[in-house]
Each structure stands twice: as C-alpha cells, then as structure tokens.
Nanobody
Framework: QVQLVESGGGLVQPGGSLRLSCAAS????????MAWYRQAPGKQRELVAT???????NYADSVKGRFTISRDNAKNTVYLQTNSLRPEDTAVYYC???????????????WGQGTQVTVSS
C-alpha cells in the first residue's frame, strides 16, 4: 500500500554529481523522518543522511560537506544531491522513510528498491 521508488542513479566520473530522488506513494497520512542508506559490494548497508519532517538533517562523516539531503513535502519526495563524488561512493543507494498511514500516529518503516550509483573514470 506504500511504495518508495528511487531514481537518478547512474555512472559518473570522479568529481561529478548526481541528484537522487525518492517518491513515496500509497496510503500516506504523513511522512516523518526520511533517510538515504547505501550498500557497497562486500560491505554492510550504512546510513548516509537523514532529514526530519521539520527539515533537521544529519550526515555520515564520509559524506559531510559533499552531499545534501532535502525534501518536498508536497510531492512526498526526498532528494540526495551528491557532489564531488569519489569511487568509494559507489554503491546501491536506498531510500528509507517512517510513514504514518492513519490517525493512530504509528510510524511504519519502508524501504525503496535501490538505485545504483557508480563513480568511475
């Protein structure tokens, strides 16, 4: 009933940029914290950035100063602007969101299917 769909991944050269998008759809009352995770080959999934419903952001040290998370509440969409990309940023990037589906206020957690980001020359 609730889906998160990522887009915007691709192949870029070191130093390049990509803007990732994640749109939520379905039975949504409100969206609370949204986040981006990533998983590189042979490594565990790691948290990249979070943004609260009020716009408070947090970043992993590895991306601080290079990535920017933002959201458009009218579109139920979260973005990740990735600048100064490095080969070590190569990973599948996953969208995550806590979503209130009804007046109970209970937050359900959802994952997107992931979008591939490859940084290589």
């Amino acid at each position: 009933q609730v889906q998160l769909v990522e887009s915007g991944g691709g192949l870029v050269q070191p130093g390049g940029s990509l803007r990732l998008s994640c749109a939520a759809s379905g039975s949504i009352f409100s969206i609370k914290t949204m986040a981006w995770y990533r998983q590189a080959p042979g490594k565990q999934r790691e948290l990249v950035a979070t943004i609260t419903s009020g716009g408070i952001t947090n970043y992993a040290d590895s991306v601080k100063g290079r990535f920017t998370i933002s959201r458009d509440n009218a579109k139920n969409t979260v973005y990740l602007q990735t600048n100064s990309l490095r080969p070590e940023d190569t990973a599948v990037y996953y969208c995550n969101a806590n979503i209130v589906r009804n007046r109970s206020g209970y937050e359900y957690n959802y994952w997107g299917q992931g979008t591939q980001v490859t940084v290589s020359s």
